[in-house]
C-alpha cells in the first residue's frame, strides 16, 4: 500500500513556471510506476506524465512534451512534475498516482493523492 500527497500548485502567469511535489508513504516506493494526471472543470482526468521504478525512462503527453519534466528520487520517495513555459490550458487539479505497471490510462492506477489545484492567468 501506498499512500501519496501532492504539493507545489498555485497561481501562475502564463509563461511561468511551477515545481509540483509527491511524497509517498510506504518501503517499496521503487517498486511502483509513478504518474501525474490532471482534471479540468468538465473534463475527464487526462494523462500528464509517468516514470519508471528506476527513474530510467518517462513519458509524456504530447500537449506537455517540451515543457514539463518529471523526475522522482527514490531515496526521499518523492516525485516531482517540473512545468515551464505554462499555458491557460494547463489549469487543472494535478494528480499524483502510482501503479506497478505502465498506463496512460487513469483507471489502472490504484493509488491517488488528493490532487493541488494550478491556476496558469492569461
Known amino acids: 500500500q501506498v499512500q501519496l500527497v501532492e504539493s507545489g500548485g498555485g497561481l501562475v502567469q502564463a509563461g511561468g513556471s511551477l515545481r509540483l511535489s509527491c511524497a509517498a508513504s510506504g518501503r517499496t516506493f521503487s517498486f511502483y510506476v509513478m504518474g501525474w494526471f490532471r482534471q479540468a472543470p468538465g473534463k475527464e482526468r487526462e494523462f500528464v506524465a509517468a516514470?519508471?521504478?528506476?527513474?530510467?525512462?518517462?513519458y509524456y503527453a504530447d500537449s506537455v512534451k517540451g515543457r514539463f519534466t518529471i523526475s522522482r528520487d527514490n531515496a526521499k520517495n518523492m516525485v516531482y512534475l517540473q512545468m515551464n513555459s505554462l499555458k491557460p490550458e494547463d489549469t487543472a487539479v494535478y494528480y499524483c498516482?502510482?501503479?506497478?505497471?505502465?498506463?496512460?490510462?487513469?483507471?489502472?492506477?490504484?493509488?491517488w493523492g488528493q490532487g493541488t489545484q494550478v491556476t496558469v492567468s492569461s
Open positions: 516514470i519508471s521504478g528506476s527513474g530510467g525512462s518517462t
Open positions: 498516482a502510482a501503479d506497478q505497471s505502465l498506463s496512460r490510462r487513469p483507471s489502472q492506477y490504484d493509488h
